[in-house]
């Protein structure tokens, strides 16, 4: 069973809230949810490396969420230029 910090009446309200959004405002929620998930991941990565530059923030953030092999592929591009 999950753990929810929401009591029940809220949840069925959000479920109720959900199900009766358009498909814009169902995808406005989960850009909006995925945009400060992105940030909040890669502020800690600042924190947790306060002396790497922005490029190296982005390769930890890649590797981090797509795997290793995916960021060395990105280094690679960058280092072309490309």
Request: aromatic content about 4%; glycine content about 4%.
């Amino acid at each position: 069973m999950p753990l929810l910090d929401t009591g029940p009446n809220a949840l069925q309200r959000q479920v109720d809230l959900m199900r009766d959004a358009t498909p814009a405002q169902r995808f406005a929620a989960v850009r909006s949810l995925s945009t400060t998930v992105a940030s909040l991941s890669r502020r800690a990565l600042r924190r947790s490396m306060p002396d790497a530059s922005e490029e190296d923030i982005d390769l930890a953030f890649v590797a981090l969420h797509y795997g290793d092999a995916v960021a060395a592929q990105l280094r690679r591009c960058r280092a072309r230029g490309a």
